[in-house]
């Protein structure tokens, strides 16, 4: 790596700590940590399976087709950042900083990209599209999950802002192609 190449990347790394110790002092209320560890825990999957569901059992034909786009959708991000995080290996913060401090024991090693936020925008997106009354539950519950996972010292912001971006990206390319065949 070129030497100007490594000292921007030790930059962005060090800010992506700062702004990550700065996130955690911010939340490190009771309050605070007890409510990112819940929406973290809610965004492990259990909220999106149990959306899913009602939307096959209750949602007539529009939401069998959220469900079922949103099922495809969640096991291609899977792939995608599994294969992210094996190819970067990046440690997450609670690695790199022994003072931050979690109540959520992370699902696996690496930190980016942020597999939690990642899902939460693919399946608010593919939900809303289909379902637009959705967002008024979705949205701040997708805002929340992303925020959690910085807050808890999991992610740094950067794993989660590119997440967002992947997310955006899957869910509008399944949406297009799901429309170009209806």
């Given at each position: 790596?070129?030497?100007?190449?490594?000292?921007?990347?030790?930059?962005?790394?060090?800010?992506?700590?700062?702004?990550?110790?700065?996130?955690?002092?911010?939340?490190?209320?009771?309050?605070?940590?007890?409510?990112?560890?819940?929406?973290?825990?809610?965004?492990d999957g259990i909220a999106w399976y149990c959306l899913m569901l009602l939307l096959l059992l209750f949602g007539?034909?529009?939401?069998?087709?959220?469900?079922?786009?949103?099922?495809?959708?969640?096991?291609?991000?899977?792939?995608?950042?599994?294969?992210?995080?094996?190819?970067?290996?990046?440690?997450?913060?609670?690695?790199?900083?022994?003072?931050?401090?979690?109540?959520?024991?992370?699902?696996?090693?690496?930190?980016?990209?942020?597999?939690?936020?990642?899902?939460?925008?693919?399946?608010?997106?593919?939900?809303?599209?289909?379902?637009?009354?959705?967002?008024?539950?979705?949205?701040?519950?997708?805002?929340?999950?992303?925020?959690?996972?910085?807050?808890?010292?999991?992610?740094?912001?950067?794993?989660?802002?590119?997440?967002?971006?992947?997310?955006?990206?899957?869910?509008?390319?399944?949406?297009?192609?799901?429309?170009?065949?209806?």
């Open positions: 790596m070129a030497p100007s190449v490594r000292r921007f990347s030790e930059y962005l790394s060090a800010s992506d700590l700062r702004l990550t110790r700065f996130a955690q002092q911010l939340s490190h209320r009771p309050w605070g940590l007890n409510y990112f560890a819940a929406v973290s825990r809610l965004g007539g034909e529009v939401g069998q087709q959220a469900a079922l786009q949103m099922a495809v959708v969640g096991l291609s991000s899977l792939v995608l950042y599994k294969g992210l995080k094996w190819m970067s290996k990046r440690p997450r913060p609670l690695a790199v900083e022994r003072s931050l401090q979690t109540r959520v024991a992370p699902l696996d090693e690496f930190s980016f990209p942020s597999g939690h936020t990642l899902h939460a925008v693919a399946f608010t997106l593919v939900a809303t599209t289909h379902i637009p009354e959705l967002g008024i539950l979705l949205w701040p519950f997708c805002a929340s999950v992303a925020m959690s996972r910085v807050a808890l010292g999991l992610h740094y912001p950067s794993d989660v802002l590119a997440a967002i971006g992947l997310g955006w990206c899957l869910s509008a390319g399944s949406t297009a192609l799901m429309f170009d065949h209806l």
